[in-house]
């Protein structure tokens, strides 16, 4: 039987496992029987919801000591859960909330992009570690729904020169089918895996850049709106790889980068998403650049500004219907419709060629 889950309350040395990815019947007496022949097991707990009291998916193993639980971790992480399909999913525990926290210094982590279908926890971990001793553990970020990996993961050194040498040296070296993109992570807020990170923010901000319509990154007032506008975009970067950084912060409706725009437009599932987003990826390096991030312009906010002003116009010129269209900023402009706008406001009309030519002044030959 497991004993009772004893936290720690010092900076004795870790000796608490994280375990990962469990089935809905996994308990505790099954998480013991696993590693009962080590003789080092001290106690289990599987994390349960407080309202519901089903598994939470994850839970803590803690070893009579740090070399124990390290001998675990690299025993079996990747290998076969006896009698099942799965695989053990380890790495260290983190500290709680509420319980003195080591040296934030003592763990450094990278983000690892553009990973193959494939690739797990082990064979990430194993990828760098044939290279680095430091490597305390990987995660490979997967669908709670599907199980399927999302494409990128975090790999956790000791030793933050190790760390620094693999940015440079891993950047592009295959694990198993494709090279991986390699970028600097920080803490996120703990949601019960000890490897939650984001993209590391620049060490300079990104530079001012200013799009037409868009607002700057301020508190969007539509508590609708999850789009967000990601400015001064590497040209590099596609689709796939701005995805992969982006779904760290929630699900996603579409990834849309405009082709040689140097931005991108993100939407997610919901707002709060978008708001951690905002925050944390502005300013950090994606590709070879620093990106600026904003809101951008929100389907009920379009729809709004679309009514109003074609209300006004139609007011005065009962003629004309009242339909939105989908604006292109890069057609020219209906003289007619803006003929109409400028005698709804002045009272007056000004011919369609000299109102286009005193806000848009035609180049002139060379």
């Known amino acids: 039987m497991a004993a009772p889950y004893h936290q720690p309350t010092s900076l004795e040395e870790v000796r608490t496992l994280w375990i990962g990815d469990l089935q809905y019947w996994t308990d505790e007496n099954y998480l013991y029987s696993c590693f009962a022949h080590t003789g080092e097991v001290q106690s289990v707990k599987i994390i349960r919801n407080k309202v ?26 990747g290998t076969q859960m006896p009698g099942t399909e799965h695989t053990f999913r380890l790495n260290w525990a983190s500290f709680s909330s509420g319980e003195r926290r080591p040296d934030p210094g003592s763990d450094h982590s990278i983000f690892v992009g553009d990973l193959a279908p494939d690739v797990t926890d082990y064979l990430l971990q194993e990828t760098f570690r044939v290279n680095y001793s430091s490597v305390r553990g990987a995660k490979v970020v997967t669908d709670p729904n599907t199980g399927r990996s999302k494409g990128y993961g975090f790999v956790k050194f000791a030793d933050e020169n190790e760390k620094n040498r693999a940015m440079t040296e891993m950047n592009g070296v295959y694990c198993s089918t494709r090279p991986m993109r390699i970028s600097a992570a920080i803490p996120k807020k703990s949601t019960g895996s000890q490897l939650q990170y984001s993209a590391a923010k620049a060490v300079y901000p990104a530079t001012a850049y ?7 990154v301020l508190p969007d007032s539509d508590p609708t709106n999850t789009t967000i506008f990601i400015g001064n975009l590497d040209p590099n970067v596609i689709e796939d790889e701005l ?12 990834v849309k980068i405009p082709v040689g725009k140097g931005c991108g437009f993100v939407q997610y599932a919901s707002r709060a998403s978008a708001e951690e987003a905002v925050q944390r990826l502005h300013g950090t390096m994606i590709g070879q650049q620093a990106v600026r991030l904003s809101w951008g312009r929100s389907p009920a906010s379009k729809q709004v500004e679309g009514t109003v002003d074609a209300t006004s116009v139609a007011g005065s010129h009962p003629g004309m219907e009242q339909k939105e269209e989908p604006y292109d900023p890069m057609n020219i402009p209906d003289v007619d419709k803006l003929n109409a706008s400028y005698m709804a406001v002045h009272g007056r009309a000004m011919l369609g060629r000299s109102l286009w030519l005193k806000t848009n002044p035609l180049p002139q030959p060379t």
């Open 52 to 77: 519901t009291s089903l598994p939470e998916g994850y839970g803590f193993i803690e070893f009579v000591s740090h070399e124990a639980a390290e001998k675990i971790l690299q025993t079996y992480n």
């Open 210 to 216: 200013a799009m037409p319509q868009l607002q700057a």
């Open 243 to 254: 995805r992969q950084i982006c779904v760290q912060f929630g699900e996603l409706i579409y």
